[in-house]
């Protein structure tokens, strides 16, 4: 069996069910399982109120380091690190996101017919991911597009919406951050498209598709 990666956090963390403080932490800890790229959050059995949660959102793990300490289901309450609320998963201490603006000249083609053209896009560079260009909204044909009812979550950057191509037909093809977190401010209403699904034309230069984990989401 892999052993567990545990690192401990100062982060003050809270879980928030209703009206009820459910989780209550100062002393966090972060727990890596072995083949997955995000980390879980596990709580001194002191901070965590289980009495108010069901009994099957709370666990512990078979780890002789991490006695007197469970974990909480993420679906089981609503997410606080200090003030600001965190989605999907807890932020990963070794990974870094970075909102850049920049005059980079950028085209976006879908089967060869530019829907996006920039010199004012905002770079957004991701631990593990390729660059994601973020194009201001009016330059991007809008009238190609519908809006999405698909709403996600991501803990570094807030809650995204989408946009859907009409024709050719290409559901949820692009999105953008109407209220994003403070961290990435400058990427607010800019509009991406994903590499792995449409082409990118960056100074000239068409760039490869890559293939990531999102690669098998269409």
């Known amino acids: 069996m892999t052993a567990l990666v545990i690192e401990a956090s100062e ?3 809270r879980g928030r069910l209703g009206d009820a403080t459910v989780v209550d932490t100062r002393r966090p800890l972060l727990v890596w399982e072995a083949g997955k790229p995000v980390p879980r959050y596990v709580f001194a059995e002191s901070d965590v109120r289980a009495e108010l949660l069901p009994a099957d959102v ?19 309450a609503r997410w606080f690190e200090e003030e600001e609320e965190i989605f999907i998963h807890p932020r990963d201490p070794h990974k870094r996101v970075d909102a850049i603006p920049s005059s980079r000249h950028v085209v976006v083609e879908i089967e060869g017919v530019p829907v996006a053209e920039t010199r004012a896009p905002v770079l957004v560079f991701e631990t593990g991911l390729p660059i994601r260009y973020y194009i201001p909204p009016g330059d991007v044909h809008r009238d190609l ?3 999405s009812d698909l709403r996600t979550g991501c803990p570094y950057k807030g809650t995204a919406e989408y946009l859907s191509l009409r024709a050719p037909r290409a559901e949820n ?3 953008y951050y ?15 498209f994903y590499n792995e699904f449409v082409d990118h034309v960056v100074d000239g230069e068409r760039l490869e598709r890559p293939v990531t984990p999102f690669s098998r989401a269409h």
């Open 145 to 147: 597009f519908d809006r």
């Open 178 to 192: 109407a209220e994003p977190l403070p961290a990435v401010g400058p990427i607010r209403d800019h509009i991406a």
């Open 58 to 76: 709370v666990w512990r793990y078979d780890d002789p380091r991490l006695a007197g300490h469970v974990a909480v289901e993420w679906s089981a």
């Open 173 to 175: 093809i692009a999105w």
């Open 11 to 13: 982060r003050w963390v």
